[in-house]
């Protein structure tokens, strides 16, 4: 009689706890990039040469080409089954921007709508640094998990520490000052481009600012934890 092997039964894997800022940033990066270069960057400039080389109005050409960004904001909701707060303000910076632009009939305003955006966050970050709590720590504590989870609770426990409250606000600073200077140089650079290259160019303008920053501040973030850790414990 031969003997029987028992194989480990399985397990139901556990349920993933909550994510870290910096896991919960990279995964909305992930699932963002790929529909971003085609409705953000590709469609868009797609569309402006072929409606410019029809002899379409460059406002015209924008305008048509701002669909597409609007299309990837409904598609993402559809998908996650929510609109997020980012969302609703980029829906409304293009809005904006297609108001501006047919009031005053100029593309420009559709060329820097952008700048809208990252130039109210910026402002908004710098004038959070006069409350309580900076916006840096706001996000980050929505990030951590959950209203009622653990990791939401102890991150906010942090901010009893003062070197975590003046890191926070240090990089709220930097964060705010960034964003309003990489909406300024793309306002200067619609004065000096075309249209087109402005197009090709704001998006790789962003990830050359904003690349940076984030690793900058994942970077800090995990010296911070590395530093808790070494500290010992009474």
Same mark, same amino acid.
């Given at each position: 009689?031969? !003997?029987?092997?028992?194989?480990?039964?399985?397990?139901?894997?556990?349920? &993933? /706890?909550?994510?870290?800022?910096?896991?919960?940033?990279?995964?909305?990066?992930?699932?963002?990039?790929?529909?971003?270069?085609?409705?953000?960057?590709?469609?868009?400039?797609?569309?402006?040469?072929?409606?410019?080389?029809?002899?379409?109005?460059?406002?015209?050409?924008?305008?048509?080409?701002?669909?597409?960004?609007?299309?990837?904001?409904?598609?993402?909701?559809?998908?996650?089954?929510?609109?997020?707060?980012?969302?609703?303000?980029?829906?409304?910076?293009?809005?904006? /921007?297609?108001? &501006?632009?047919?009031?005053?009939?100029? !593309?420009?305003?559709?060329?820097?709508?952008?700048?809208?955006?990252?130039?109210?966050?910026?402002? &908004?970050?710098? !004038?959070?640094?006069?409350?309580?709590?900076?916006?840096?720590?706001?996000?980050?504590?929505?990030?951590? /998990? /959950?209203?009622?989870?653990?990791?939401?609770?102890?991150?906010?426990?942090?901010?009893?520490?003062?070197?975590?409250?003046?890191?926070?606000?240090?990089?709220?600073?930097?964060?705010?000052?960034?964003?309003?200077?990489?909406?300024?140089?793309?306002?200067?650079?619609?004065?000096?481009?075309?249209?087109?290259?402005?197009?090709?160019?704001?998006?790789?303008?962003?990830?050359?600012?904003?690349?940076?920053?984030? !690793?900058?501040?994942?970077?800090?973030?995990?010296?911070?934890?590395?530093?808790?850790?070494?500290?010992?414990?009474?």
């Amino acid at each position: 009689m031969t !003997a029987r092997v028992s194989r480990p039964a399985t397990t139901a894997s556990a349920p &993933a /706890g909550p994510r870290s800022p910096a896991q919960a940033m990279t995964r909305m990066l992930r699932h963002a990039v790929q529909p971003m270069i085609v409705l953000n960057i590709a469609a868009p400039f797609a569309a402006y040469e072929v409606l410019t080389g029809r002899g379409a109005s460059e406002l015209t050409a924008l305008a048509v080409g701002s669909a597409f960004p609007v299309a990837g904001i409904v598609l993402a909701a559809v998908r996650s089954h929510r609109l997020e707060w980012i969302a609703v303000v980029s829906l409304a910076t293009i809005l904006v /921007g297609l108001i &501006a632009g047919v009031l005053f009939h100029n !593309a420009q305003f559709l060329l820097v709508k952008d700048s809208i955006l990252s130039g109210a966050v910026g402002l &908004a970050f710098l !004038a959070s640094l006069a409350a309580p709590r900076p916006l840096l720590f706001v996000f980050g504590r929505q990030m951590a /998990g /959950g209203p009622d989870s653990a990791a939401r609770d102890a991150y906010e426990r942090q901010w009893t520490r003062a070197g975590f409250r003046d890191s926070c606000r240090r990089m709220t600073a930097v964060w705010g000052l960034a964003l309003i200077a990489e909406a300024s140089l793309r306002v200067a650079l619609s004065f000096l481009i075309s249209p087109a290259t402005l197009m090709l160019i704001s998006p790789l303008l962003a990830a050359a600012v904003f690349g940076p920053l984030a !690793a900058w501040s994942l970077h800090r973030r995990s010296a911070r934890l590395r530093a808790q850790r070494a500290v010992p414990t009474a």
